[in-house]
């Protein structure tokens, strides 16, 4: 419930967010028109988005001095002592006295429980202990080691544990080795001890030797020697190198922690792999794709250029050298463009005028392209005004697939806006419904 108010702010902001953005925007018009020089630092849109912030860190700084506030206690003249067991704490408290106003670090005790709630835990401890000591087995039927704690009711409470028979249950509650197949009666006398106070409590149990599987039994006698042969003082924890007269050879060597990260590699190579597969895909879709965009544009160059009496190869080394001037001025590479700069160098170097229109095909997947190149060897060998009106036939077909496709991109474009206005939807809903269900608790 401690968050309810800081939902609640949240909402607020949301709300002014939406609503008052235009106070934030001429709050910032006021500050740059009468400080200037600020719009060297920020414009107008950017310091409405700072005042939003800062307006926003106002209202938590307030909530957070208001929820300190409610919860000090100090103000009604007392301090929380910790819960029974834990540690001493420090508090820093301030107090003010002939208008001046003083630090001061008090000692805070933990409670102490009183002589009631003393007896009240050893008696609820006692009553619970059989089920402790002895797990799922019965008293009248012992046939698995005991555990006799040390300390109860998460270390308030200690232990300390008596057996009559030694031989039978031990110290630490291990069976013995021999055991009648009838059973031995044990009395087990535990004294449990908390503040100043005492009780003490037997437990009436018959011990059978041990049962289970031979693994069980030996996994048993190995924890059980284990315990008897180390000290808790013993800086390491000694295992012993035989059990029952039998060597034994120990290891903590995790071979499934090997094969776990050998998966691992294997997985993240597979990934590696497909991303970069994926990628080269990518690359080769938008490849293709900015060569669509940049063939109307490409084509009609040519075409006005070819109409404007230069030929082909001469429109071509134009169209090379327009492209290369936007290129220093900046502006990005386009793939339809560098193809014809590498045709025209195909030129330069020799090969002759018809194979580097051929090559212009050759290179590209895209059929459009297989018809350009079609369409120039066809425009070499036999020229005339036929050929001008396929080039501005294929021009005015290119620029009508490109409207089709801006079109088809545009459906595409909003269609992915979808799942992004579902979620902001649901945020909203969120923040309209919680205060609201909160409410009612």
């Not at 307006?55 to 929820?67: C, H, I, K, Q």
């Not at 409470?157 to 008596?162: F, K, L, R, T």
């Not at 945020?427 to 609201?436: S, T």
């Amino acid at each position: 419930m401690i968050y309810i108010p800081y939902l609640i702010v949240l909402a607020m902001f949301c709300v002014l967010f939406v609503i008052s953005r235009g106070l934030f925007q001429a709050a910032a018009a006021f500050l740059l028109r009468k400080l200037p020089k600020m719009r060297k630092i920020a414009g107008q849109e950017t310091l409405s988005r700072a005042l939003m912030i800062v307006f926003a860190a106002d209202l938590l700084a307030m909530l957070a001095v208001w929820n300190a506030a409610s919860s000090d206690t100090a103000a009604k003249g007392y301090l929380l002592r910790g819960e029974y067991g834990s540690a001493q704490e420090e508090k820093t408290v301030t107090f003010e006295i002939d208008g001046k106003t003083h630090s001061l670090t008090v000692p805070v005790d933990a409670r102490k429980m009183t002589d009631a709630e003393v007896r009240a835990l050893l008696k609820n401890t006692a009553d619970s202990l059989e089920k402790q000591v002895l797990g799922d087995m019965k008293p009248d039927h012992v046939d698995r080691d005991l555990t006799f704690p040390e300390t109860l009711a998460d270390g308030l409470v200690s232990a300390s544990w008596v057996t009559d028979r030694p031989d039978v249950i031990g110290w630490e509650g291990e069976l013995g080795e021999d055991i009648p197949e009838s059973g031995c009666r044990v009395i087990l006398t535990v004294t449990l001890g908390c503040e100043s106070q005492t009780l003490e409590k037997e437990l009436s149990v018959t011990a059978f030797p041990e049962t289970g599987t031979a693994e069980e039994i030996l996994k048993r006698r190995a924890l059980r020697e284990i315990r008897q042969t180390n000290k808790a003082e013993e800086e390491s924890l000694y295992l012993p190198a035989a059990l029952g007269g039998r060597k034994v050879s120990w290891s903590s060597v995790d071979v499934g922690q090997g094969f776990t990260l050998l998966l691992m590699g294997i997985v993240i190579a597979a990934f590696y792999l497909y991303s970069r597969i994926r990628l080269k895909e990518v690359a080769a879709a938008k490849r293709r794709e900015d060569m669509m965009t940049d063939y109307p544009h490409l084509i009609n160059r040519l075409v006005l250029l070819n109409a404007a009496g230069l030929s082909m190869r001469k429109s071509f080394a134009q169209v090379r050298c327009d492209y290369e001037e936007s290129l220093r001025r900046g502006e990005p590479a386009r793939p339809g463009y560098e193809e014809i700069v590498r045709a025209c160098r195909e030129m330069e170097h020799g090969v002759p005028e018809r194979q580097a229109y051929l090559n212009i095909g050759q290179r590209t997947p895209l059929p459009e392209y297989k018809t350009f190149s079609t369409l120039l060897v066809q425009n070499l060998m036999k020229g005339g005004d036929g050929m001008a009106r396929l080039f501005r036939k294929e021009a005015d077909r290119a620029f009508e697939e490109r409207k089709k496709r801006a079109k088809i991109l545009g459906e595409e474009a909003g269609t992915k806006l979808l799942m992004p206005m579902i979620l902001l939807l649901l945020v909203v809903m969120v923040i309209l419904m919680v205060p609201a269900l909160l409410a009612f608790f």
